[in-house]
């Protein structure tokens, strides 16, 4: 009884001094909730998991029975990485970095962060990268340079859901992918506007005027 009594107790407590906070926060809910109806889908979620099979298709003639480490990069990728695997049929391990170069905004700040990156010994072993998506390729560059100096893998492949071509700067292209797209700002299905929409089954976008 005393937890719940001193978790009541914070939250009057923070209710109480943050009511602007809250206010605020309430005012971009709404705004958020009332852009979704401006959404136009791209790919509905049957798309997309006949798009992920083929992929997987290919993986599995590549890789036979070879152990694969699959690497998801949080927290764009969870989605995607979670469907795929479930169509890899040799053995299988799952790793999770976190990677970010947005700013809760609709461009990339230009610098990779990373936030965790512990992997294990990846030395001789088949390294699969899973990807939202590749825009400029600053993520996919710094995550290939990353690997590179520190093991000698057997081999790394990277896989990108949706491959934004146009806008790449950097040199790298992805071994995998699922759709090209144009230079619009994408969300659902894993992909976030400001860390809401992961959750849709599809994927769409929203003009830049309505976000
Ligand atoms: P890059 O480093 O510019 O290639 O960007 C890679 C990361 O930016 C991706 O892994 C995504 O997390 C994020 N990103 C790029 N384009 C979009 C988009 O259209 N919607 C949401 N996130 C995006
Ligand atoms: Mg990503």
Known sequence: WSYLGCRSGIKRKS???????????????VRLVMDINKLKILFTEEQIQNRIKELADEMNNFYGNDEVYAICVLKGAVMFAVDLVKHLNMP?????????????????????????????DLNGKNVLI????????????????????????????????????????????????????????LIGYGLDYDGYY??????????????
């Open 15 to 29: 209710e109480s001094c943050t009511k602007n906070n809250t206010r605020a926060k309430i005012k971009k809910e």
């Open 92 to 120: 299988l391990k799952m790793e999770f970095i976190t990677l970010s170069s947005y700013n809760g905004g609709t461009s990339t700040s230009g610098k990779v962060n990373a936030v965790d990156i512990s992997l294990p």
């Open 130 to 185: 899973i990807e939202d998506i590749v825009d400029t390729g600053l993520t996919a560059k710094f995550l290939l340079d990353f690997l590179n100096c520190n093991f000698h893998t057997k081999s790394t492949k990277f896989c990108s859901l949706l491959d934004k071509k146009i806008t790449r700067t950097a040199d790298v292209d992805a071994d995998y992918y699922g759709f090209e797209v144009d230079d619009k700002f």
């Open 198 to 211: 992961r959750n849709l089954r599809y994927i769409g976008y929203v003009d830049k005027d309505d976000l």
